[in-house]
């Protein structure tokens, strides 16, 4: 396939051949050729695909009737509130997490991280449903699955073995919540969660909600275990709203202890609470990426599978008004997204994968500020998507 006139995310016209699901070359456009499979891009702008490295592929009610939120002031609220309503929803899990991946991929995303609860509650059945989905999407979508005690690890009994079991299942990334806020046990939890990724060799990502100088403490304390495993690079704390609340002083500890560990942040930036400022963050050396999160579930009625969306939502929460700033928010969910999930390869290069997504735009910033549907979408070097829509017999 050659994909003509593309705009290059620099700002350059380039002719893209892709041979065997990689990018074979990049060269000035107009140069002779006879390929068959010839697209003219026009000038649309072309990323490497995007990615989505949080989501909840178990929990999206994405195809279902709108479930009504049930309003809920605190983590455990919320949780009670979902172990009730997920029982009620009127399409499995496996439906409502392709619903989810076709609006993702349609969207340009080509690799997710999801995570899937694991509790006494529905024990490792998500886990066996999402394995089902990333066995039948496997062509089209990278799945990482992380084990998530979404009601705790030593508050909840039996959450230990479950998540043991869920990680020999094939669940490749250990999670925890909220060590201090919701178990109450921060050795306890972290004791746990690391023993568990030492004895599976499997790396780590623990949405921590505690803000204030507890979280930061919590922060440094995943920062020093990851260090004592060799775990760099393979640490992500979601939210870290901590990072949003600290003094100065703190700030500057706790930031550098996450740049030498090598432990990642991940922001969505809801709304309602403090977020990590991904600049400065940055300017320590931390990694830091948007994601969607949750995706009309439980959690928020919100969300639509756009990176591109999120990368605005993020932006506009930062005050990222520059083109400097615009161009970084597109980062966030793409390069960044890759360094912190480990991607090797990624990008627009010579003998990258093609994972691929054409935005009918001119540049980033126009891309960021505007949304445009995508033009085309191409996954293993195969157009799967455009003009916004799946193509014909692409994940029916
Ligand atoms: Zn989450």
Redesign the pocket.
């Known amino acids: 396939m050659l994909l003509a006139n593309a705009t290059l995310p620099d700002g350059n016209r380039a002719d893209i051949a892709i041979a065997d699901g990689r990018i074979a070359s990049i060269t000035a456009p107009g140069l002779p050729n006879a390929d068959p499979d010839r697209r003219d891009l026009g000038g649309a702008l072309l990323l490497p695909a995007f990615i989505d490295g ?1 989501i ?1 592929l178990d929990k999206t009610h994405m195809g279902a009737p709108l479930v009504p939120h049930v309003p809920g002031g605190s983590v455990r609220e919320r949780i009670a509130a979902e172990r009730v309503a997920r029982h009620g929803v009127p399409l499995p899990v496996e439906a409502r997490a392709a619903n989810l991946l076709r609006r993702l991929l349609a969207n340009g995303t080509t690799r997710v991280r999801s ?1 899937v609860d694991i509790d006494n509650d529905v024990k490792l059945a998500n886990l066996e449903a999402l394995l089902a989905v990333r066995a039948a999407w496997k062509r089209l979508v990278d799945i990482e699955i992380v084990a998530f005690p979404q009601s705790g690890v030593v508050s909840e009994s039996g959450a230990a073995d479950l998540l043991d079991a869920a990680l020999a299942a094939g669940a490749d990334l250990i999670g925890g919540l909220d060590p201090d806020g919701f178990d109450h046990d921060v050795s306890g939890q972290l004791d746990i969660v690391f023993a568990l990724a030492e004895k599976h060799g499997k790396a780590v990502d623990i ?1 921590l909600h505690d803000g204030g100088e507890t979280g930061g403490a919590e922060l440094r304390d995943i920062a020093a275990r990851t260090q004592a495993l060799g775990l760099q690079g393979r640490v992500v704390v ?1 939210h870290a709203f901590a990072l949003g609340d600290l003094s100065p002083e703190s700030f500057g500890k706790t930031a550098q202890a996450l740049a030498r560990a090598g432990v990642a942040i991940m922001t969505s930036s809801p709304a309602a609470v403090p977020v990590p400022p991904v600049k400065t963050l940055r300017s320590h050396g931390v990694t830091i990426f948007a994601a969607s ?2 995706i009309r579930d439980c959690w928020s009625p919100f969300g639509n599978g756009d990176m591109l969306d999120r990368a605005a939502i993020v932006a506009a929460r930062q005050e990222f008004y520059s083109n400097d700033d615009l161009r970084l928010a597109l980062d966030l969910a793409t390069v960044e997204p890759a360094k912190a999930l480990g991607i090797a390869g990624y990008g627009l290069a010579p003998g990258a994968p093609a994972d691929l997504v054409a935005i009918d735009t001119p540049s980033i910033e126009e891309a960021v500020i505007n949304r445009p549907p995508r033009k085309l979408v191409i996954r293993d070097g195969e157009v799967v998507a455009e003009n916004g829509a799946l193509a014909a017999g692409v994940a029916a």
């Open positions: 949080h909840h995570h949405h979601s999160d949750n």
